[in-house]
């Protein structure tokens, strides 16, 4: 085990992300509403730009590469949210509601 600085050892951020990503695949498959799936579609994309983020900082010798990723994950992020939350508008208005439970006529 490395005697450095936790916040120099590659296995917690790791495991941070492995938790991120553990949270968001309960979050998408236990949220009743489509804002708590958009919140928990957010924190996977979290869990995958800091595992680039640490590989870029511990294995890789030109640093820009994990952020380049970083950075495309983040325009995907906000991509996602702008399109998802025109759909929960639209759903809102036609149904007064945003529980999937409820969103009956949508399913095939």
Known sequence: ????PLYEQLQVYLVTAAF????????LIRRRTLIGMLISGELIFAAASLNFMAFNRFTVRDQAVGQVFVLF???LAAAEVAIAL???????R?????KTKELSELSG
């Open 1 to 4: 085990m490395n005697s450095g």
């Open 20 to 27: 991120l990503l553990a949270v968001g695949i309960y979050g």
């Open 73 to 75: 994950i983040m325009g």
């Open 86 to 92: 025109s759909i929960i508008i639209a759903v809102y």
């Open 94 to 98: 036609g149904y007064r509601s945003i």
